[in-house]
């Protein structure tokens, strides 16, 4: 006679805990794919995003250079995370009240920016100076190179 070999049966405690523990394995499973579903969409968008932005930049300048004059000539581009500024050359009036004041407060620097915007709209350039406000600095800074000034940003503080 041959011996059968013994079928060990889990008590059903343990089945059951076997049963929740695949249960939760695979709901985990799924939420891991929906998140990477998402983060995949996510880069997509992202990425049609940063296109989108590239072209309307492109086209900005394009427009510029045609109202105002040449690129580092008559208008300067500032590129920040947010997108880019166009600044054009100051009138040279505007420009000698404003290095006549001597020190520049911030508000200085805003007020410069503003007479010298050309690109976003004066909207959307206080909305990206409300996130970055140092994007106000390099905008006078931008005016103040077009003007020749090139040794030191009108914006640092002495």
């Known amino acids: 006679m041959t011996s059968r070999p013994e079928v060990v ?7 059951e805990l076997e049963d929740k ?7 985990r499973e799924k939420l891991a794919a929906q998140r ?14 940063a296109e989108e932005l590239g072209l309307r ?20 581009v500032v590129q920040t995370d947010m997108g ?8 040279p009036a505007v420009f000698k009240r404003f290095i006549d004041r001597g020190k520049h407060s ?3 620097l805003e007020e ?14 206080e909305a990206m100076c409300n996130e970055q406000t140092a994007i106000i600095n390099r905008t ?12 030191e940003d009108v914006s640092a503080k002495p």
Do not use: N, Y
């Not at 930049?57 to 300067?76: C, M, Y």
């Not at 410069?112 to 350039?125: A, D, H």
């Open 9 to 15: 049966q889990l008590p059903s405690r343990d089945a």
């Open 21 to 27: 523990i695949a249960t939760v394995r695979a709901a």
């Open 36 to 49: 990477e579903a998402r983060a995949q969409a996510d880069e997509l968008a992202a990425k049609l995003a």
């Open 57 to 76: 930049s492109e086209q900005a300048i394009e427009a510029a250079e045609q109202e105002h004059g040449a690129l580092d000539k008559k208008i300067r």
């Open 84 to 91: 880019i500024v166009i600044v054009k050359r100051a009138h």
């Open 106 to 108: 911030m508000q200085d």
């Open 112 to 125: 410069l920016g503003r007479k010298c915007l050309v690109f976003p709209t004066l909207t959307e350039w």
């Open 140 to 151: 006078a800074d931008a005016i103040a190179w077009l003007a020749g000034m090139r040794a």
